[in-house]
């Protein structure tokens, strides 16, 4: 958990997240946002992204030795969508030396979804990211923020089954020692919307659905958190949270299980 | 001294990054042709176990390596970051996943370091390897087979392309590893029937397929048709064909139709020089009969070492100074293009 007290609280922070069909890029100074950009076109990310940095700094009348950090969202989500965020967040950082801070995309998307001024008030709040992953599945974790709690990750990010998912979050609500005051649904919620109206009917806080894209400024928000721990990630070997195998790696291993265990000595399963 | 003629004065210092298929590549070249670095990370144990590259395991090798790759690159070159003229990279073909990790990692060392852009046509690269140690005259015509490609290119001048055959079906290395697969030998197969080839004392006969008199185009479908018919005989007559027969009739039959192909294109366009280029020109067996058969013709051929045959970074930006000589650069908007012309990558 993060002490505000001991934040770094300023230094121009480059954030950017593909991990979605939208890209969204921001620059922030400490905690400030100075500009944003975002629009939806998820092909076009390896085409639009790079300018599109250019074009916000400009803007601002910033060029890339005016930052001090690169922050990105590093999936879960779409592979070839984070792969292109973290390959240009990384070889950016490498490349002018700067340090990087990888955050969760779906934290990123939660953040959104706490009501600021509630917050304040002291409400506790879960925030339920969601990013259709196929059928029926999402990519999906549970965060919260309120009360003594200014941040935190209660379930971390996964690819899940929907409907058995909903069930999880009620339950994990109803036993939870701090409970909820709210449970927002945030993110890609129009096809899920039958699945959160079961977590309604199975408890009996107040549960808000909002359908809203990643912005970046979460991302820089988050990473600043992390920045002010004195935070940095590996730059070379950052990769993105893919949250599962590739298909063929997952079915050799599965492969190889049915040969009989052990048969597979030698090869790293990790 | 204008600036112009400074620019000229001054060593120009290309970075290139090659990702379009299964190897994490970045070189840095002066002026086209002196090798500074070339860094070749290969996958091919990774995909070994699944007997052929897989895309998705592809992409994510690429981006573990990336950044690492580079960095070798330039300590290999006593180079800095700042010392480099431009950034070049694999533009396409290849596979997309592959080629957009190498397109959007020199896009941000492009902008980091802010220098220009140039997009490179992988096969160029492949034909320009030749560049990087020989002294090329024009025109000359190249012949490009890999496991994607089989063509005849004529280039009349630096840097303009015109493909006068190709492959109508599988190119040559798809048919070397789908015969190596009926040969049960391991993958990557090419080397296998290649030494196999050369080990045989007898061939099992396989038909050429020669297409109409003027053309300059290859098929090798039928070719594998023909070995897996072969086998398949063979095994209903409760007998086994010596996998070394085999392998020797059906390269037999492909360098046959790749030699006579080339020398008949080289000799009809008046090249002055034949160039063998892309991942098969390791292929002992061909480089054999092609030095043997342009001796005879009097056509000199140049066929680049072994290590700039298969993909590699230093091609690329040999490639790319041919773009940087004539002054043409790639926005940050490019795309990578899995399927590209090599016609249109040509220099204005
Ligand atoms: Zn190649």
């Given at each position: 958990?993060?002490?505000?007290?001991?934040?770094?609280?300023?230094?121009?922070?480059?954030?950017?997240?593909?991990?979605?069909?939208?890209?969204?890029?921001?620059?922030?100074?400490?905690?400030?946002?100075?500009?944003?950009?975002?629009?939806?076109?998820?092909?076009?990310?390896?085409?639009?992204?790079?300018?599109?940095?250019?074009?916000?700094?400009?803007?601002?009348?910033?060029?890339?030795?005016?930052?001090?950090?690169?922050?990105?969202?590093?999936?879960?989500?779409?592979?070839?969508?984070?792969?292109?965020?973290?390959?240009?967040?990384?070889?950016?950082?490498?490349?002018?030396?700067?340090?990087?801070?990888?955050?969760?995309?779906?934290?990123?998307?939660?953040?959104?979804?706490?009501?600021?001024?509630?917050?304040?008030?002291?409400?506790?709040?879960?925030?339920?990211?969601?990013?259709?992953?196929?059928?029926?599945?999402?990519?999906?974790?549970?965060?919260?923020?309120?009360?003594?709690?200014?941040?935190?990750?209660?379930?971390?990010?996964?690819?899940?089954?929907?409907?058995?998912?909903?069930?999880?979050?009620?339950?994990?609500?109803?036993?939870?020692?701090?409970?909820?005051?709210?449970?927002?649904?945030?993110?890609?919620?129009?096809?899920?919307?039958?699945?959160?109206?079961?977590?309604?009917?199975?408890?009996?806080?107040?549960?808000?659905?909002?359908?809203?894209?990643?912005?970046?400024?979460?991302?820089?928000?988050?990473?600043?958190?992390?920045?002010?721990?004195?935070?940095?990630?590996?730059?070379?070997?950052?990769?993105?949270?893919?949250?599962?195998?590739?298909?063929?790696?997952?079915?050799?291993?599965?492969?190889?299980?049915?040969?009989?265990?052990?048969?597979?000595?030698?090869?790293?399963?990790? | 001294?204008?600036?112009?003629?400074?620019?000229?004065?001054?060593?120009?210092?290309?970075?290139?990054?090659?990702?379009?298929?299964?190897?994490?590549?970045?070189?840095?070249?002066?002026?086209?042709?002196?090798?500074?670095?070339?860094?070749?990370?290969?996958?091919?144990?990774?995909?070994?176990?699944?007997?052929?590259?897989?895309?998705?395991?592809?992409?994510?090798?690429?981006?573990?390596?990336?950044?690492?790759?580079?960095?070798?690159?330039?300590?290999?070159?006593e180079l800095k970051l700042g010392d480099l003229s431009a950034i070049a990279v694999t533009q396409g073909p290849g596979l997309v996943g592959s080629l957009l990790v190498g397109m959007v990692a020199a896009k941000a060392l492009a902008c980091a370091a802010g220098?220009?852009?140039?997009?490179?046509?992988?096969?160029?690269?492949?034909?320009?390897?030749?560049?990087?140690?020989?002294?090329l005259e024009y025109p000359l015509m190249a012949l490009v087979v890999s496991g994607g490609h089989t063509e005849l290119v004529y280039v009349e001048r630096a840097g303009v392309f015109r493909i006068v055959g190709q492959t109508r079906d599988d190119a040559a290395g798809e048919a070397y590893d789908k015969v190596a697969r009926a040969l049960n030998l391991p993958y990557p197969g090419g080397p296998h029937i290649d030494r196999l080839a050369h080990?045989?004392?007898?061939?099992?006969?396989?038909?050429?397929?020669?297409?109409?008199?003027?053309?300059?185009?290859?098929?090798?479908?039928?070719?594998?048709?023909?070995?897996?018919?072969?086998?398949?005989?063979?095994?209903?007559?409760?007998?086994?064909?010596?996998?070394?027969?085999?392998?020797?009739?059906?390269?037999?039959?492909?360098?046959?139709?790749?030699?006579?192909?080339?020398?008949?294109?080289?000799?009809?366009?008046?090249?002055?020089?034949?160039?063998?280029?892309?991942?098969?020109?390791?292929?002992?067996?061909?480089?054999?009969?092609?030095?043997?058969?342009?001796?005879?013709?009097?056509?000199?051929?140049?066929?680049?070492?072994?290590?700039?045959?298969?993909?590699?970074?230093?091609?690329?930006?040999?490639?790319?100074?041919?773009?940087?000589?004539?002054?043409?650069?790639?926005?940050?908007?490019?795309?990578?293009?899995?399927?590209?012309?090599?016609?249109?990558?040509?220099?204005?």
């Open positions: 958990m993060t002490d505000y007290r001991n934040r770094q609280t300023s230094g121009k922070l480059l954030a950017f997240d593909t991990s979605t069909a939208a890209m969204t890029i921001a620059v922030m100074d400490g905690d400030t946002l100075l500009g944003e950009t975002h629009s939806r076109a998820e092909r076009n990310h390896s085409i639009r992204l790079v300018p599109s940095i250019e074009q916000l700094l400009r803007f601002l009348n910033m060029t890339a030795a005016d930052l001090d950090g690169i922050a990105v969202g590093r999936g879960p989500g779409s592979y070839t969508g984070v792969r292109i965020g973290v390959t240009v967040a990384k070889t950016f950082a490498w490349a002018r030396g700067l340090p990087l801070i990888g955050v969760s995309s779906l934290a990123a998307l939660a953040f959104g979804g706490i009501d600021q001024g509630r917050r304040k008030a002291g409400a506790v709040q879960w925030a339920v990211p969601l990013m259709d992953a196929r059928r029926g599945q999402v990519y999906t974790g549970i965060y919260g923020a309120g009360g003594p709690i200014t941040w935190d990750c209660i379930m971390e990010d996964g690819i899940r089954l929907m409907s058995r998912f909903a069930v999880q979050v009620a339950e994990r609500a109803e036993s939870a020692q701090l409970k909820p005051d709210v449970i927002t649904f945030i993110g890609e919620v129009e096809p899920f919307r039958e699945a959160i109206c079961r977590v309604s009917d199975r408890w009996r806080g107040e549960v808000a659905a909002v359908d809203a894209d990643i912005r970046a400024c979460n991302v820089g928000r988050l990473a600043w958190l992390r920045w002010a721990e004195g935070e940095r990630e590996a730059v070379h070997d950052f990769v993105p949270n893919y949250t599962q195998l590739a298909e063929a790696e997952a079915k050799w291993l599965a492969r190889q299980k049915e040969k009989g265990e052990g048969a597979d000595g030698g090869i790293c399963t990790v | 001294m204008n600036d112009n003629e400074r620019l000229r004065q001054s060593p120009c210092f290309i970075l290139a990054v090659e990702t379009s298929c299964d190897e994490t590549s970045v070189a840095i070249v002066e002026n086209g042709t002196r090798i500074r670095a070339n860094i070749v990370s290969s996958q091919m144990e990774t995909h070994r176990r699944y007997g052929g590259v897989v895309p998705e395991i592809a992409s994510r090798k690429h981006v573990e390596n990336i950044t690492w790759i580079m960095e070798e690159a330039l300590n290999k070159a220098l220009p852009f140039i997009g490179v046509h992988h096969i160029a690269g492949h034909i320009y390897a030749n560049q990087l140690v020989h002294k080990e045989a004392e007898a061939a099992v006969d396989m038909p050429r397929a020669w297409l109409e008199p003027d053309s300059y185009d290859f098929s090798f479908s039928g070719l594998k048709s023909a070995v897996l018919a072969a086998l398949n005989q063979a095994k209903m007559r409760g007998e086994t064909l010596e996998p070394a027969h085999v392998a020797r009739g059906f390269q037999e039959s492909v360098i046959d139709v790749l030699t006579e192909k080339s020398l008949r294109a080289a000799r009809e366009y008046g090249a002055k020089q034949l160039l063998l280029a892309g991942g098969v020109a390791a292929n002992r067996g061909l480089r054999e009969r092609l030095a043997s058969r342009c001796a005879e013709e009097r056509i000199p051929l140049l066929v680049p070492p072994l290590d700039l045959c298969t993909d590699n970074a230093a091609m690329i930006a040999a490639a790319a100074y041919l773009k940087w000589n004539s002054g043409e650069f790639s926005g940050l908007d490019m795309k990578a293009e899995p399927l590209m012309s090599l016609e249109a990558w040509s220099v204005k």
